[in-house]
């Protein structure tokens, strides 16, 4: 474990296996030097060390990355994939919580709900009452990126009473929802943009001015992705000049850094990653991460691969 996970992970692991803490060592280097030769698997997430090449071939017998979150941007899988080393990741168990996330952002970017809660506490309401706000009545949500999660948050959002569109590569078969090949033209159609898209570099900058452009003054950015598929300077313009009206953010491009002209902005909603952060969902992806090293060190294979790294391996690896 490189760097510190979740006590119920250490816990977990502790119990099924030999756990080597590096974050514990006084000399991180010479620590990974003496183990590597018997390090066969990783637990990752949210940490400071990268997951890429560079990292992980300081492992010769490395077999197996777990990675604590849905999302694994943070993991090179195409180096792993070519090395025959299984990465996986924890989908499906956070779906509602991020699902309800998504809802509660949404609600607190259009209904301006934590701003009323600090005007009641700023004493303004003693002088008169908290301004009207925009509403959800008869708004369409265009979501980016309509997979395990988008489809949670749609289900949730369709009984509010939004209509609903979605942009990805592939239209989808299975839903009766508005399909947009062209994010720009969505973004024109819609009044709410959500993005729950993968990270990394296919994604980069996804949302850049000419869609925030195209989103329009009246128009409101949710982000529960990853800060890199929106352009942040773009959208701090785009803020700044009221060419969209709002924006609600789980994510931001330099985390925990977030910009401080956001943080001025009295306008924008801003969140510290929390989309998945109830105990409970942390508890079943803490155990997933768990089960997936113990299930593949007792030879009945990982859980839940990621794509890019099928289990039974499709190449031998060269590591
Ligand atoms: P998923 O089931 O794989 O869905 C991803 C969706 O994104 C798919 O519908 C896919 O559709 C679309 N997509 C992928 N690449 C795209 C591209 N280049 N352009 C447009 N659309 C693209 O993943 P999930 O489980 O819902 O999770 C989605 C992401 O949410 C995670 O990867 C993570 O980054 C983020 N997340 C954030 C939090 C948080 O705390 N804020 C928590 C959990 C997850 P197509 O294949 O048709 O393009
Ligand atoms: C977690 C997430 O905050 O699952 C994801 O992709 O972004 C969140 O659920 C994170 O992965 C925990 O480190």
Same mark, same amino acid.
């Given at each position: 474990?490189?760097?510190?996970?979740?006590?119920?992970?250490?816990?977990?692991?502790?119990?099924?296996?030999?756990?080597?803490?590096?974050?514990?060592?006084?000399?991180?280097?010479?620590?990974?030097?003496?183990?590597?030769?018997?390090?066969?698997?990783?637990?990752?997430?949210?940490?400071?060390?990268?997951?890429?090449?560079?990292?992980?071939?300081?492992?010769?017998?490395?077999?197996? &990355?777990?990675?604590?979150?849905?999302?694994?941007?943070n993991?090179? &899988?195409?180096?792993?994939?070519?090395?025959?080393? /299984?990465?996986?990741?924890?989908?499906?168990?956070?779906n509602?919580?991020?699902?309800?996330?998504?809802?509660?952002?949404?609600l607190?970017?259009?209904?301006?709900?934590?701003?009323?809660?600090?005007?009641?506490?700023?004493?303004?309401?003693?002088?008169?009452?908290?301004?009207?706000?925009?509403?959800?009545?008869?708004?369409?949500?265009?979501?980016?990126?309509?997979?395990r999660?988008?489809?949670? /948050?749609?289900?949730?959002?369709?009984?509010?009473?939004?209509?609903?569109?979605?942009?990805?590569?592939?239209?989808?078969?299975?839903?009766?929802?508005?399909?947009?090949?062209?994010?720009?033209?969505?973004?024109?159609?819609v009044?709410?943009?959500?993005?729950?898209?993968?990270?990394?570099?296919?994604?980069?900058?996804?949302?850049?001015?000419?869609?925030?452009?195209?989103?329009?003054?009246?128009?409101?950015?949710?982000?529960v992705?990853?800060?890199?598929?929106?352009?942040?300077?773009?959208?701090?313009?785009?803020?700044?000049?009221?060419?969209?009206?709002?924006?609600?953010?789980?994510?931001?491009?330099?985390?925990?850094?977030?910009?401080?002209?956001?943080?001025?902005?009295?306008?924008?909603?801003?969140?510290?990653?929390?989309?998945?952060?109830? &105990?409970?969902?942390?508890?079943?992806?803490?155990?997933?991460? &768990?089960?997936?090293?113990?299930?593949?060190?007792?030879?009945?294979?990982?859980?839940?691969?990621?794509?890019?790294?099928?289990?039974?391996?499709?190449?031998?690896?060269?590591h």
């Amino acid at each position: 474990m490189p760097d510190p996970l979740p006590a119920m992970i250490v816990k977990g692991l502790e119990q099924g296996s030999k756990l080597h803490k590096l974050w514990e060592a006084s000399d991180r280097d010479k620590a990974l030097k003496d183990l590597a030769p018997r390090i066969r698997g990783l637990a990752t997430g949210g940490g400071l060390t990268r997951m890429d090449g560079t990292f992980l071939s300081r492992l010769p017998k490395l077999e197996i &990355v777990s990675s604590y979150g849905v999302g694994y941007d943070n993991v090179d &899988v195409k180096w792993a994939g070519e090395r025959g080393i /299984i990465v996986t990741n924890t989908p499906d168990v956070l779906n509602e919580e991020v699902a309800d996330t998504a809802i509660g952002l949404i609600l607190c970017a259009v209904r301006q709900f934590p701003q009323a809660d600090r005007y009641l506490r700023d004493g303004k309401w003693l002088q008169k009452p908290f301004p009207l706000t925009a509403t959800l009545r008869g708004r369409t949500l265009g979501i980016v990126g309509l997979g395990r999660i988008g489809k949670a /948050i749609a289900k949730r959002a369709e009984t509010f009473g939004l209509k609903i569109a979605y942009h990805g590569r592939n239209r989808q078969a299975d839903v009766d929802y508005k399909y947009f090949a062209s994010l720009v033209e969505m973004a024109r159609a819609v009044d709410i943009l959500l993005v729950i898209t993968p990270g990394g570099a296919e994604t980069k900058h996804l949302v850049n001015a000419q869609v925030l452009e195209a989103l329009g003054p009246e128009g409101v950015l949710i982000n529960v992705a990853r800060g890199s598929v929106v352009d942040e300077a773009a959208l701090i313009e785009a803020l700044r000049a009221r060419k969209i009206m709002t924006a609600g953010l789980d994510v931001f491009a330099n985390e925990p850094r977030v910009p401080q002209e956001l943080i001025e902005m009295e306008h924008v909603v801003l969140f510290p990653h929390v989309g998945s952060a109830s &105990v409970h969902t942390r508890n079943a992806m803490g155990q997933l991460v &768990v089960d997936n090293l113990l299930s593949y060190a007792a030879g009945r294979g990982p859980l839940t691969p990621v794509a890019e790294t099928p289990w039974p391996r499709e190449k031998s690896g060269a590591h």
